[in-house]
């Protein structure tokens, strides 16, 4: 957790003074995602719930265009692998027990969506899905089949 919590430290610096940098943004998206899985783990639903959506929202800044900045890396992160881990971060924040049953259909089918995004690129996620098809289609399994069940439960109508 002290790992996890320096690297947060350290792209939240660095994203105050370059708020744009889409690197850091995929970095520390993927460190609140670390933090989510944590949380959960430890039960600590509130603090996972913000951990998961700090990552949804970093993950949402990573596919924006970014700015290049002379005294950082200039390499972007691969958009699939970005869409594949905020489906991810979605599917996690639905297993929260913290979250109603109608938010937790939300989240879900915001993760079918981002895996669907990928399934559907077939162009332009070709290498992604060369690699990594049967995560994506098998996320997206899941995913599907724990909303089924949570709109089966009558307190989710």
Known sequence: ??????????FDTIL?????????????????????????R????????????HAIADFREALLPGVTY???????????????????AHQQ???LRAL???AKLVELSRAI???????????RYQLFLQKRRSEVVKAKQIAAEMRVGLAKQPSSR
Request: aromatic share 6%; net charge negative; glycine share 4%.
């Open 42 to 53: 430890t039960a600590e639903w509130s603090r996972a719930v913000e951990a998961c959506d």
């Open 93 to 95: 924040k639905a297993d």
């Open 100 to 102: 109603t049953p109608a």
């Open 16 to 40: 105050k003074v370059h708020p744009h940098h889409t690197s850091s943004h995929w970095n520390r998206g993927l460190a609140y995602a670390d933090l989510c899985t944590l949380m959960r």
């Open 70 to 88: 002379d005294n950082l890396p200039t390499s972007r992160p691969d958009e699939a692998d970005v869409l594949f881990n905020r489906g991810l």
């Open 113 to 123: 969506q981002d895996y669907d995004e990928i399934l559907m690129g077939q162009d």
């Open 1 to 10: 957790m002290a790992n996890i919590r320096a690297s947060l430290a350290e």
